[in-house]
């Protein structure tokens, strides 16, 4: 254990004190032991006791033998001396202590004398007798630099033993007059911390002493050696009376009633997650001065102050390299490449390491980098740039959310965690089957779109000028078409045989003719049948791919859990059926491509070869007619093509190929009346896809709250502390809205040169951003509302009064659709599940936090809500916050933090060192013309350490005192 006296020590720390022993020399020692102050001193240093205090009834004659007997024996020895007062019928006790500098006569004479306690007043009154006035003894004690000690709870001779008025009015008084409370039990402690002091308005330490301890069941019925070690208290101070001074002020953390405080149980069970010493050294005694010192450390809340450029930064610097931090080098202070790095020739004569409490040691050469990719982090470090760099962007940065996930996955259970390592990870696990059911519902929402688009080109004006325009070509084609001058046929009759072959040429054009408008109908027919197998057997394709997917990703997992995933899984696909229809209509179309081949030349293949052949023929036998019959019979075929050409161009009903007067009409038909029933429809198709979508987005919601339900029972659990420091911090799981990223994407599908909406950049940012504040996107009637209303002022522009219809084409870049725009609103990837964190009111999500408030968010997840236990190293935590923030926020988290974890900050606010009543200061300071760094530690309650903090931190104790006489106080 490192000495106070030492420059370099761990400060404060948790020692055993027995602050009520008396002795041989005290009037109600059992005479029957004979034991001496020798003995006690031994028994004491036995027993692990690190400090005692000599309290004899009414005398101080042990004192000085005790203090001299306990100085050669490590021990430190408290004087102090038992008086009787004049309150209650069994006169309570109470007990001065005093700084180990004052003799025992100087407290007979100061003390004892004054207050009736003479050797010859004692000898006059009796020791059972003689009393002073309780309210007379705590002013001189106090006057003397001393410290009162009140009987309390179960204990003889105490408070409590008073009648109720009495002692309602004296424990109101007594805030004012005594220091410390003596008890005998742990339930004494609580009642008066939970239920007495608050009422008092005052918290007042409470100790168990050896004089607590129940004397009847043992040898000696008086004092004797026999209860030392049986009973003590726990207190983290320095082994001086200032030390002690300090549970005055901190009496709830600086005082253990435990059998072992908790930190010691900890430190104990997890000794690879405590740094024991840090030490930097030159590599050679040629190496320039700048580092020689090896620091023992607290094992709570270590301190770093000094001036500017003293080497404070440098010393966390070292620690977070040898801890293997993660931190890039370049977010240090000290050891990066811009600084003491810069030369590296330097940097390299010096080595760093930690020593951990298992012993283990970590040394690294002072430019030496941590392999962040095969060595695993011993501590998290916050250097200041680090915490500036990633709260300063806008929005919430990946490495700000990379830190806040880190702190968050450390809550989920081992079990739950699913062998992932990452939260970003274990959210893809869980929600990959939510993500898959979200990719086909965006497929169908495309497919859908792709339809909608369709008819709405078709709904333009432009494309019902086209077709009245084609139309109106086609009618006058129609009505051009002239039918042959009428030859009558002739008087002279035609052999019979020539009659009758041109008869059955006749038919048999004809009949090709038919042939070929069926042929070209079931071409139509087959290409769109081949099609859809085409398309049908893709779908079983990609069924049986993903089938085998599934297998290949889980089968391992299943086995693992005995189950066998080929009895399971039962997905035959018969393709059999299929192949052979394909087969057959594959056969089939290239019949008709032959059939329907204009250029074929073989009359069995092509129906135009056919066709030709068949007018060859008729031709051949025309020309032996004669002339009249020639006439006739060319008459006779003009006339008969004329009619085809009129039956082509007017075409059937039903007819979709927009190349008939028929399928142009009913197309005009279709655009003035069914089309709006169509398009209605598929909206309505559209908007249930899309709130499908929203629910199968949603369902991620309960998927996220058990991710992070054990952090958020533990912050319900904090709301109480979270409270008291006017900064609340609440979780729950819900859709977000990324409005910066849908104006950042919706804007560049926009052409603003063009009229609408959303013309001119800046204006359709604040016609997005009106339309923003209609919706809060959390439900899916809102959604659908704010799909429609988007869509709405693409139609319209919604600039003009009255709205100016417009069509969404012409408002887009070149190099986009409208397919593309609607794929963009109607998907909804610009909604996400994410974890909201409201930090006193303000969504973090939202982008409503100040650099300041993020930062200090941050600090508030590694202070209180991180679970890991690896020392936590900040540079100068308090750089962005005003001081009632850093008094109100950061001084409860540090308290707390130092309870579960080593804390290591650098700092320059009294709050942070004072307040949080840092164990150990280390003191930092250089010597800038021979380049020394050099550091010095110890507790607050040093006198060395104390004027240091009070030069640093405050200014030096003038500046200090003039601001106090400044100050107003109610």
Not at 226 to 242: M, P
Not at 270 to 291: E, G, L, R
Not at 364 to 390: C, G
Request: proline letters at 3%; hydrophobic letters at 35%.
């Amino acid at each position: 254990m490192a000495k106070a006296t030492e420059k370099l020590n761990r400060g404060s720390e948790w020692r055993k004190w027995d602050l009520h022993v008396h002795t041989p020399a005290s009037y109600d020692w059992d005479s029957k032991c004979k034991k001496t102050n020798s003995d006690i001193v031994d028994l004491a240093v036995k027993e692990g006791i690190s400090a005692i205090a000599v309290t004899d009834h009414h005398t101080t004659e042990s004192v000085d033998e005790i203090k001299k007997l306990g100085e050669s024996k490590g021990l430190c020895v408290i004087p102090g001396v038992e008086l009787r007062t004049d309150k209650g019928n069994d006169k309570i006790h109470i007990i001065a202590l005093f700084d180990p500098s004052v003799s025992g006569q100087s407290i007979y004479d100061n003390v004892l004398c004054p207050l009736g306690f003479s050797k010859d007043d004692v000898k006059k009154a009796t020791n059972e007798q003689v009393y002073c006035g309780f309210e007379d003894a705590c002013k001189k004690i106090h006057e003397q630099g001393g410290l009162v000690f009140l009987h309390a709870g179960n204990k003889s001779n105490g408070i409590e033993q008073l009648d109720s008025d009495l002692k309602a009015l004296l424990k109101t008084d007594l805030a004012f007059s005594v220091d410390i409370f003596e008890i005998n039990s742990e339930k004494n402690a609580d009642d008066y911390h939970n239920i007495v002091f608050p009422k008092i308005k005052k918290q007042i330490p409470c100790v168990i002493t050896s004089d607590s301890v129940d004397r009847s069941k043992l040898t000696y019925g008086g004092h004797s050696t026999e209860v030392i070690g049986r009973a003590s208290t726990w207190i983290k101070a320095d082994l001086s009376f200032n030390g002690l001074k300090q549970i005055i002020s901190e009496p709830r953390d600086r005082v253990c009633l435990n059998i072992e405080p908790p930190k010691i149980i900890d430190v104990r069970n997890n000794p690879t997650k405590y740094i024991d010493s840090v030490a930097i050294a030159p590599t050679s005694t040629h190496s320039p001065s700048w580092f020689d010192d090896s620091i023992p450390l607290s094992n709570e809340l270590v301190a770093v102050i000094g001036k500017k450029g003293s080497g404070k930064s440098a010393l966390v610097d070292v620690v977070a390299l040898c801890g293997k931090s993660h931190v890039p080098t370049d977010n240090y202070s000290f050891l990066k490449p811009a600084k003491f790095r810069k030369s590296s020739g330097t940097a390299k004569k010096y080595e760093a390491n930690i020593t951990w409490y298992d012993k283990s040691k970590i040394s690294m050469n002072l430019v030496d980098s941590v392999d962040v990719a095969t060595e695993p982090e011993r501590v998290t470090y916050l250097p200041q740039s680090f915490v500036e760099k990633i709260c300063n962007e806008d929005g919430v940065s990946p490495l700000f959310q990379n830190e806040i996930n880190k702190v968050i996955f450390s809550y989920v259970p081992q079990a739950n965690r699913f062998g992932t390592t990452s939260l970003a990870q274990l959210i893809e696990k869980r929600t990959s089957s939510v993500d898959e059911a979200v990719q086909r519902n965006r497929e169908e929402i495309d497919t859908k779109n792709h339809s909608i688009v369709a008819l709405e080109e078709k709904r333009t004006d432009e494309y019902k000028r086209k077709i009245e325009k084609e139309l109106a070509e086609k009618e006058n084609e129609y009505k051009n078409i002239k039918d042959p001058a009428v030859v009558k046929e002739p008087k002279g009759k035609l052999p019979e045989a020539d009659q009758d072959k041109l008869q059955k040429i006749e038919e048999k054009i004809t009949d090709t003719d038919d042939q070929i408008s069926k042929s070209k109908d079931r071409q139509i027919a087959v290409n769109n049948e081949l099609a859809f197998i085409d398309k049908l057997v893709a779908k079983l394709d990609a069924l049986e791919d993903n089938k085998k997917k599934i297998i290949t990703e889980i089968s391992s997992e299943a086995k693992t859990y005995g189950f066998d995933l080929s009895k399971i899984i039962k997905l035959s696909i018969e393709l059999n059926g299929i192949n052979t229809k394909k087969k057959a209509l594959t056969s089939e179309q290239e019949e008709l491509e032959t059939k329907l081949n204009e250029n074929g030349t073989d009359p069995k293949k092509s129906l135009f070869a056919k066709k030709k052949e068949l007018e060859t023929s008729k031709e051949a036998i025309t020309k032996s007619f004669d002339e009249s019959n020639k006439k006739y019979q060319q008459y006779l075929s003009q006339k008969k093509a004329a009619e085809n050409r009129r039956k082509t161009l007017m075409g059937v009903k039903g007819d979709s190929s927009l190349k008939t007067i028929t399928s142009l009409k009913e197309e005009l038909e279709y655009l003035s009346g069914k089309i709006g029933t169509d398009l209605e429809k598929l909206y309505g198709k559209r908007k249930t896809l899309l709130k499908e979508l929203y629910k199968a987005i949603s369902n991620k919601i309960t998927l996220y709250k058990e991710i992070y339900k054990p952090l958020i029972d533990f912050i319900e659990r904090e709301k109480t502390e979270q409270e008291k420091s006017g900064n609340t911090l609440t979780f729950d799981a819900g859709i977000v809205f990324n409005k910066s990223a849908f104006s950042d994407s919706f804007l560049t599908f926009i052409n603003h040169t063009k009229d609408g909406t959303f013309q001119l950049k800046d204006g359709g940012s604040k016609q997005l951003k009106d339309i923003f504040g209609k919706y809060n996107l959390q439900d899916e009637k809102s959604v659908a509302d704010f799909a429609d209303d988007i869509v709405h002022s693409l139609h319209f522009d919604i600039t003009k009064s009255p709205e100016k219809p417009n069509e969404v084409k012409k408002q887009l870049n070149q190099k986009y659709t409208p397919t593309d725009i609607y794929n963009f609103i109607f998907n909804l990837e610009y909604l996400d599940v994410q974890f909201k964190i409201l930090f006193n009111g303000k969504d973090l999500n939202e982008n409503e936090f100040s650099p300041g408030e993020k930062g200090a968010l941050l600090l508030i997840f590694y202070l209180l809500i991180d679970k890991e236990k690896v020392p936590l190293i900040m540079d100068q935590p308090e750089e962005n916050l005003d001081n009632e923030s850093v008094y109100s926020l950061l001084v409860p988290y540090i308290k707390k933090a130092k309870q579960k974890r080593q804390v290591i900050i650098v700092t320059h606010n009294p709050n942070l060192a004072v307040v949080c009543d840092a164990e150990q200061i280390i003191y930092a300071h250089m010597d800038k013309k021979n380049n020394e760094i050099r550091y010095e530690s110890g507790s607050i309650e040093s006198i060395e350490m104390n004027k240091r903090i009070v030069d640093v931190l405050e200014g030096t104790m003038p500046a200090f005192t003039k601001r106090d006489e400044k100050y107003l106080r109610n």
